[in-house]
């Protein structure tokens, strides 16, 4: 947790972690994590980062994605995700939720793995997406409520994305796993 002026003393949640590897350009450890930012104004969840050359110690770097604007997709504050590097470039696909509580999946890029950009080239005008959203057509759908926690795999010229899914009342939930147009990592359609 980060000091009692720091955007992240309130607690640290969701870790994740990507090692070393000669499949993308970073020779350290990158770990990013949620925390509730209380310290800007309103409360909401925010992405922070941190580094390691060995795994075992850590340097933070700071929040690297918060919460979108009033009135976008994401104003209730981002947290879970996932981060690969696909095509030259580090994806985080990640869960983000607007004022009501609707939950759904957006994207940000990044070169270097430090300085995340929210995508613009989404499923709507808005910065990261939503670039998958729950079955809002199907009254009854099982993911109807919410699509959350996305962990995405390479599945050839495609990604997988593994996510949970609740219903309207939000009170079940069950996994999902959506695929993605040949080398676009932006549509993704429910499998």
């Not at 770990?31 to 209380?38: A, E, G, K, N, W």
């Not at 009254?139 to 990604?159: F, I, K, M, Y």
């Not at 997988?160 to 993605?180: E, I």
Request: hydrophobic residues 35%; charged residues 20%; aromatic residues 10%.
């Amino acid at each position: 947790m980060g000091h009692e002026n720091e955007w992240d003393n309130s607690m640290v949640a969701w870790a994740r972690v990507l090692p070393p590897s000669t499949t993308h350009p970073a020779s350290h450890w990158l770990m990013t994590y949620s925390s509730m930012d209380t310290a800007s104004t309103g409360s909401s969840f925010a992405i922070g980062l941190a580094v390691s050359e060995d795994g075992v110690k850590w340097k933070k770097m700071g929040k690297v994605l918060e919460a979108g604007g009033i009135g976008c997709w994401d104003d209730g504050g981002v947290s879970r995700r996932h981060v690969i590097f696909w095509d030259g470039q580090y994806l985080m696909f990640y869960e983000g939720a607007n004022q009501k509580g609707a939950h759904a999946i957006g994207l940000a890029t990044s070169k270097d793995g430090f300085t995340w950009t929210k995508d613009t080239h989404g499923s709507n005008s808005q910065p990261g997406g939503p670039i998958f959203a729950p079955h809002l057509q199907d009254e009854d759908g099982w993911d109807r409520g919410g699509a959350s926690c996305p962990h995405v795999v390479n599945v050839g010229d495609s990604l997988g994305l593994y996510y949970v899914g609740f219903d309207r009342t939000k009170k079940v939930s069950a996994f999902g796993l959506a695929v993605s147009a040949q080398n676009d990592i932006r549509c993704f359609h429910h499998a």
